[in-house]
T-cell receptor, first 114, second 113 residues
Framework: KAGVTQTPRYLIKTRGQQVTLSCSPI?????VSWYQQTPGQGLQFLFE???????NKGNFPGRFSGRQFSNSRSEMNVSTLELGDSALYLC?????????????FGPGTRLTVT | QQPVQSPQAVILREGEDAVINCSSS?????VHWYRQKHGEAPVFLMI?????EQKGHEKISASFNEKKQQSSLYLTASQLSYSGTYFC??????????????FGQGTILTVHP
């Protein structure tokens, strides 16, 4: 079974621009969670989507948004980019099985804001 | 508030054992353990659920003390491939927070020949 895929893998943007990242979960998985990873803050939860609905949201400004499509693929968007948005953005998919949410991460999108 | 992992770093020789701890101030439903190698995505190791059994296989296992909101990851007879940063991710009890994990700061494990 194919794993989680994320596109693009690398991205360079300038301040003020916006960016859209894409995540395709493992086949059959319905939950997609997004995380930001930086050396200073570590792994931080952005939001989670399940069946096209945002179910949980982390403590990030409204510039960060996302959505999920009927095929469970998810996108996240960051508007008005700031230098501090430079990070590895990871998405993780889960089945879930009962209430056991084993999350499997994709390779990530490395975003650099200049 | 993120869980606290200890130690922050461990250096081992091949064949030695290590224990990594994860402690939370919140009531937990689940603890997830991951290993991340430099430049790669975190790789799922195991999940422990409230009321569940201690998990693991021959050389990597984990426990979850629900009363203390603590989990420990046990690595025995370490191999070079065990090197990496280990993260615990915690899921809180109640509600629909199952898809939201709060991660510790990570423990850097280095195994030398």
């Amino acid at each position: 079974k194919a794993g989680v895929t994320q596109t693009p893998r690398y991205l360079i943007k300038t301040r003020g621009q916006q960016v859209t990242l894409s995540c395709s979960p493992i086949s059959g998985h319905r939950s997609v969670s997004w995380y930001q990873q930086t050396p200073g803050q570590g792994l931080q939860f952005l939001f989670e989507y399940f069946s096209e609905t945002q179910r949980n949201k982390g403590n990030f400004p409204g510039r960060f948004s996302g959505r999920q499509f009927s095929n469970s693929r998810s996108e996240m968007n960051v508007s008005t980019l700031e230098l501090g948005d430079s990070a590895l953005y990871l998405c993780a998919s889960s089945l879930p099985r009962d209430t056991s949410y084993e999350q499997y991460f994709g390779p990530g999108t490395r975003l650099t804001v200049t | 508030q993120q869980p606290v992992q200890s130690p922050q770093a461990v250096i081992l020789r091949e064949g030695e054992d290590a224990v990594i701890n994860c402690s939370s101030s919140k009531a937990l439903y689940s603890v997830h353990w991951y290993r991340q190698k430099h430049g790669e995505a975190p790789v799922f190791l195991m999940i422990l659920l409230k009321g569940g059994e201690q998990k693991g296989h021959e050389k990597i296992s984990a426990s979850f003390n629900e009363k203390k909101q603590q989990s420990s990851l046990y690595l025995t007879a370490s191999q070079l491939s065990y090197s990496g940063t280990y993260f615990c991710g915690t899921g809180e009890a109640g509600g629909t927070s199952y898809g939201k994990l709060t991660f510790g700061q990570g423990t850097i494990l280095t195994v030398h020949p």
